[in-house]
Structure formats: C-alpha cells, structure tokens
Nanobody
Framework: VQLQASGGGEVQPGGSLRLSCAPSENIFSINLMAWYRQAPGKQREWVASMVSGGATSYADPVKGRFTISRDNAKNTVYLQMNSLKPEDTAVYYC???????????????WGQGTQVTVSS
C-alpha cells in the first residue's frame, strides 16, 4: 500500500491549506491516522492524530488552527490548516495504520510528504 499525499503549496501568513492522504488501493480499515511535519534542520514532529472512533489530538502549536478529519467513503484523511504561520513551514507527512484485509495484521504506512511553505 502506498499513501498518496497532496494539497501542499505556498501561502501567505494567515492563509489556509487542506492536505489529503489516501491509500493507493482498497483497504479493509484505517485504525489510526496522524500527520507529522519536518522543518529544515529539525526533527520530524507529530502534528495531529485521529483514532478510528473519531477522537482527535493535536500538538500545542497547532491547536485551534488545524483540524484532522477523514472521509470514510473515500478512505481519505485530511488536515485542514487555517491561520498559517511562517513557523508552520515544513514537509508534512501522513501516517496511517492500515489493515489491508479483514485477516491481515495492522501495519503502519507513511506518505511521501508534501511541502507547505508559509511566506509573505
């Protein structure tokens, strides 16, 4: 399974972007969804998570500005980013824990990363 992430780009401070992440093939279930980011010269950091039941959690720097969500029909996970700041500039990665079939083990997959640049 490959994860196809999209939606990155360049925006001005205060702008918005919505990132998307979807598996490249039909899968049985997505149990845990998360977004991470990595800024130049920094370690990858966790941004937001959602469990299959719908509970969400966010890193303090993005609370109140970012929203993680999913479309079950499309098996797509989103990260809506509002009120973007220059310090949000990073490559954003989706991370999904997927069960490919009803009988398969849960496995973790990473997307290829999508660049978000916030600059005036």
């Amino acid at each position: 399974v490959q994860l196809q992430a999209s939606g990155g780009g360049e925006v001005q401070p205060g702008g918005s972007l919505r990132l998307s992440c979807a598996p490249s093939e039909n899968i049985f279930s997505i149990n845990l969804m998360a977004w991470y980011r990595q800024a130049p010269g920094k370690q990858r950091e966790w941004v937001a998570s959602m469990v299959s039941g719908g509970a969400t959690s966010y890193a303090d720097p993005v609370k109140g500005r970012f929203t993680i969500s999913r479309d079950n029909a499309k098996n797509t996970v989103y990260l809506q980013m509002n009120s973007l700041k220059p310090e949000d500039t990073a490559v954003y990665y989706c991370n999904l824990s997927i069960r490919r079939t009803s009988g398969s083990r849960l496995r973790e997959y990473w997307g290829q990363g999508t660049q978000v640049t916030v600059s005036s």
